[in-house]
């Protein structure tokens, strides 16, 4: 899918999404699996929705997670360092 940086805000918080191509033919299996996942190192599954567009190549599912100040690429750079 396509991580997207705008955000959901609401009064008390911000979510990011995650934009994947919406095919009726086949059922969308992250939304199933991360509705069902908690564990404290896997970003929290918060809703998601679709919007449609004019065609079918043009609806998208949009998944909101949890906020995370920083990416895994920038936490792996710093312990990377932290251990040299």
Partial sequence: GLFTKP???TRMSQSPLSKTFHDPKYKNREIEIMRELDHPNIVEYKNFFVVEGDTQEET?????????PEDLQKVINYYKKQKQ
Avoid: K, P, Q
């Fill in 60 to 68: 998208y599912d949009n998944i909101v997670m949890e906020y995370l």
């Fill in 7 to 9: 955000m959901i805000r």
